[in-house]
Antibody, heavy 118, light 107 residues
Framework: QVQLQESGPGLVKPSETLSLTCTVS????????WSWIRQPPGKGLEWIGY???????NYNPSLESRVTISVDTSQNQFSLKLTSVTAADTALYYC????????????WGQGTLVTVSS | DIQMTQSPSSLSASVRDKVTITCRAS??????LNWYQQKPGKAPKLLIY???SLHRGVPSRFSGSGSGTDFTLTISSLQPEDFATYYC?????????FGQGTKVEIK
């Protein structure tokens, strides 16, 4: 059974960079699309972007200038970097596996809360 | 951007009720439409993919239908564990978007 686990700092200062890693266990990261999704407290879901195991990416245009998603197949991990954060970036951040190109989010991590505050 | 609009935003229902949630896309998305269930403090779970395919392990009381711009999630007989928030999501365009959610509460 594939499992995903997010990790990273729970508190980030305004204007700094949010960095999260998703570790995949129970299956290979190769030949799949992997995604980041976030959810501000009490609000709905926002797709951030995805990466294929080969490294090709697609980002939400609203975040594209600040987002980088990368993959490390040797570690079975993929990562999210979001620069110049503000309070509006405070959210639960989820990593997920995409079921094929344009497929659904079939597997999700438990989520990690990132708060942007000084 | 393709906007996904769910209705209603919330509903109250009783156990064993039939519940229908609608999701409308701002343009044709064929059947690139998925449904998720989220309970408080938990990650969303996939229920239905490609508009009408039941994800493995999901009870058969859940069903999905539709194509183009109009989609429906139906729970044929609401169970206590089904009280949650439901989201639709499209993956037709290069910008994937979710509906705003429908909260199903106990009457």
């Amino acid at each position: 059974q594939v499992q995903l686990q997010e990790s990273g700092p729970g508190l980030v200062k305004p204007s700094e960079t949010l960095s999260l890693t998703c570790t995949v266990s129970g299956g290979s990261i190769s030949n799949y699309y992997w995604s980041w999704i976030r959810q501000p407290p009490g609000k709905g879901l926002e797709w951030i972007g995805y990466i294929y195991s080969s490294g090709s990416t697609n980002y939400n245009p609203s975040l594209e200038s600040r987002v980088t998603i990368s993959v490390d197949t040797s570690q079975n991990q993929f990562s999210l970097k979001l620069t110049s954060v503000t309070a509006a970036d405070t959210a639960l951040y989820y990593c997920a596996r995409v079921g094929g190109y344009r497929g659904p989010f079939g597997y999700w991590g438990q989520g990690t809360l990132v708060t942007v505050s000084s | 951007d393709i906007q996904m609009t769910q209705s209603p935003s919330s509903l109250s229902a009783s156990v064993r009720d039939k519940v229908t949630i609608t999701c409308r896309a701002s343009q044709n998305i064929t059947t690139y439409l998925n449904w998720y269930q989220q309970k408080p403090g938990k990650a969303p779970k996939l229920l239905i993919y490609a508009a009408s395919s039941l994800h493995r392990g999901v009870p058969s009381r859940f069903s999905g239908s539709g194509s183009g711009t109009d989609f429906t999630l139906t729970i044929s007989s609401l169970q206590p564990e089904d009280f949650a928030t439901y989201y639709c999501q499209q993956s037709y365009s290069t910008l994937w978007t979710f509906g705003q959610g429908t909260k199903v509460e106990i009457k």
